[in-house]
């Protein structure tokens, strides 16, 4: 708090205190404003926890007052004796309690003194982002005007660069700081997910070297180049739009790291001119970002504004005359540069018109619009790369890395994810405008207004919050068959445990979607008791005509629980096999042998005969051998047992039988029983047994009869 107290006046200083500026600058009070607003946030979160403690505290004491208070306490015994020592006991009980009821009246104290102070810091720091606001406002209603003085004695033209730089620095570092230190958990989350993208692309690059596919400067295996420095541009280019209002420092650093970065990557794959032309439009954009981070106005860096755009608009004539736009690895650049250009000479048209602040937002939206496109083009192509990849080396059922399912993910990134960029993309530009940022706020004041219906209290943005919160959980749920790999069927208990979590997929996704729905009707204020209105609602439908998806959806929940038949089994329905190959909320899909892929209810699988190949002991295989009258039994059960004892496809338990059984018209009959492994070998082993039963039959003067009939013609 004490900290807090001392900057304000350091933030300050430059707008209210000394000679009033001649030439405010949008920037430098857009900096205070973010200062104290993340100020502002901080403090709150502290203030949130002392009302905590204090709550307690006061709880406690309120407590302690009321046992001294208690009726109870004061019925004394009728003996004499007994209410002489009960007296003392009562006296010594307050002396016990006196040093602790001292003590939670100096904390209550205390803390009513931290509160007063807390909540008047609070109060200030809301005034001085209102009063930043109010003089915003009027900068910007005058912002078409000349605002570069004519005098050459005006502190503007008198004011030395390294003046505007150190107040810059110090205010910079501050807005900076105070973010960090609030978003640190998100700035955590991005670096893990730096390195988990680094190793899914580190593993990319070693199976397809395996493959003896060695070429990874091939365009469409540029994210092999350097698996560190795609992650970072990856991980940037998505999430960076997941940090709520940064100060354009922030922005600033993380563009710079994936301009390097992505710079790097370009190195040994770009043809030497657009390479050329990229590390200086980078070069460009960090002065650019550089002079965006002067916060008091000087005749220094007017010029130097002067020079940027100039540089920007003759890079783009050059550009154009040399006209190597076929070389172009993305195509869709060409806009980019295109805005670029357009930007800067906006830019250098307002300033030497005197519009200094105009020109300035348009000279940095000029070289981000230009940066940030190609990071974020180059984000997607990197995505759908390493996806193509991915579903190239993990096909069919070859799905080792994280059990993630690459054939149904597919090898580009969903249309949605280009429409989220492309928005994003234009908001990080028109961030640079102050009137962009006022239709945000009027958005978003008219989402966060309160409305009323009866006596629920409810926001448009709840409304949205609850929906989107619904629709993640949906999708997340749907996503999670991702990580299923199609199914295939096995005894082994290996390869059983690979697709396990196929099986536990419905559960995960009730969960999930159970969470979503208690989460959005927390995130948007919807009082939980509604609940009990739509279970209320739901006992109606189901008891009207819902009656079979409920017992879809219980039989589902059976199923998940008794593991009677898992994803990946072999079943067989209705004499027909096939793989179990999801168990969905109301229906199950089986893949059958026939080609199709049916669907079946759940409570159709609960109800009808299924048969589990894949649980039982094998398959059982009975086959009837006859052999001529006369034969030597002992013989011929031998012959067959050696046949059984040497094929390895054939369980050794159950024990195999070879029983004569029966007298026929024309052969003695023996039956032949055992158990194969798999339900696959069963045709083949079946054909083994006969051929070689043939075969050494002949050798051993065995026949095999074959039914006769003997016609006697008489004839009178």
Not at 502 to 514: A, C, D, M, N, R
Not at 593 to 602: H, L, Q, T
Not at 693 to 705: D, H, R, S, T, V
Request: proline content about 3%.
């Amino acid at each position: 708090m004490a900290e807090f107290q001392e900057l304000i006046p350091k933030v300050l200083r430059g707008i209210y205190y000394g000679d009033a500026l001649e030439l405010q600058t949008e920037r430098n009070l857009t900096v205070s404003a973010a200062i104290f607003q993340e100020m502002l946030d901080e403090l709150l979160e502290e203030k949130k926890k002392v009302d905590e403690f204090a709550s307690v505290l006061r709880l406690s004491q309120y407590r302690i007052d009321s046992i001294s208070a208690e009726k109870d306490l004061y019925l004394f015994p009728s003996d004499s004796l007994q209410t002489r020592q009960y007296s003392f006991l009562l006296v010594e009980i307050a002396k016990e309690m006196k040093p602790v009821e001292d003590s939670l009246m100096k904390y209550s104290g205390k803390l009513d003194s931290i509160q007063t102070s807390l909540n008047e810091m609070v109060f200030d720091l809301n005034t001085q982002i209102e009063s930043l606001e109010l003089i915003r406002r009027n900068l910007n209603a005058s912002i078409f005007e000349k605002e570069i003085p004519d005098d050459q004695g005006s502190k503007f033209h008198q004011r030395p660069l390294s003046e505007a730089i150190s107040y810059s620095y110090t205010k910079e570092k501050l807005a900076l700081i105070f973010y960090l230190r609030l978003y640190q958990t998100r700035l955590l989350m991005m670096a893990f997910l730096i390195l988990i993208s680094w190793i899914f692309i580190k593993t990319l690059k070693n199976r397809i070297g395996l493959l003896n596919e060695q070429d990874i400067h091939e365009d469409g295996k540029v994210i092999l180049i350097h698996p560190l420095l795609s992650s970072i541009v990856i991980v940037i280019g998505c999430f960076q739009f997941f940090f709520p209002s940064p100060p354009f420092i922030f922005y600033w650093l993380i563009w710079f790291l994936a301009s390097i970065s992505i710079t790097l990557i370009f190195s040994n794959f770009l043809k030497s001119f657009w390479f050329f032309f990229w590390v200086f439009t980078v070069l460009i954009f960090l002065l650019s970002g550089i002079a965006n981070l002067i916060l008091l106005p000087t005749a220094e860096e007017r010029y130097l504004l002067i020079a940027l755009s100039l540089i920007g608009i003759l890079f783009l004539a050059s550009t154009f005359i040399k006209n190597k736009t076929d070389q172009l690895k993305e195509k869709r650049i060409v806009y980019f540069i295109y805005f670029m250009g357009f930007f800067e000479l906006v830019s250098l048209v307002l300033n030497l018109a005197g519009r200094f602040n105009l020109s300035k937002s348009f000279l940095v939206a000029g070289y981000i619009g230009i940066v940030v496109g190609i990071l974020l083009l180059w984000t997607v192509r990197l995505i759908n790369q390493g996806l193509s990849i991915a579903t190239k080396i993990y096909h069919n059922q070859e799905k080792e890395l994280f059990f993630i399912n690459f054939d149904r993910l597919g090898n580009r990134a969903p249309g949605i994810f280009y429409t989220f960029l492309i928005f994003g993309w234009v908001v990080l530009v028109g961030k640079n405008f102050y009137s962009f940022s006022q239709i945000s706020l009027s958005i978003n004041e008219f989402l966060n207004e309160k409305r009323m219906i009866g006596s629920y209290e409810f926001s448009i943005n709840g409304l949205f919050v609850f929906l989107i919160i619904l629709l993640v959980s949906v999708m997340i749920s749907r996503l999670l068959s991702i990580f299923a790999a199609d199914p295939e069927t096995s005894n082994s208990q290996e390869k059983r445990k690979r697709i396990s979590f196929g099986s536990w997929l419905l559960l995960v996704q009730i969960f999930v979607i159970s969470l979503g729905l208690f989460l959005a009707f927390a995130a948007s204020g919807i009082p939980l008791d509604k609940i009990t209105i739509i279970l209320g609602a739901l006992s109606v439908g189901i008891g009207l005509g819902l009656q079979g998806l409920v017992n879809n959806l219980v039989s589902g929940l059976i199923l998940a629980f008794e593991k009677t038949v898992k994803v990946g089994d072999l079943i067989e329905i209705d004499g027909k096999p096939g793989i179990m190959k999801s168990i969905g909320f109301r229906s199950s899909v089986v893949s059958m042998f026939e080609g199709p892929s049916v669907v079946i209810p759940n409570g159709d699988l609960i109800s009808k005969q299924l048969i589990n190949w894949t649980t039982g002991k094998g398959r059982k295989l009975s086959a009837i051998i006859g052999v001529a009258y006369g034969t030597d039994l002992q013989i011929a059960v031998r012959l067959l047992r050696e046949i059984i004892a040497e094929d390895s496809r054939i369980r050794t338990n159950p024990s195999p039988r070879v029983v004569p059984v029966e007298f026929t018209d024309s052969s003695i009959d023996i039956e032949v029983t055992f158990w194969v492994n798999t339900y696959f070998d069963y045709p083949y082993v079946k054909g083994d047994l006969i051929s070689k039963a043939n075969e050494l039959f002949k050798q051993n003067g065995i026949q095999i009869p074959f039914p006769q009939l003997d016609l006697h013609v008489k004839s009178k």
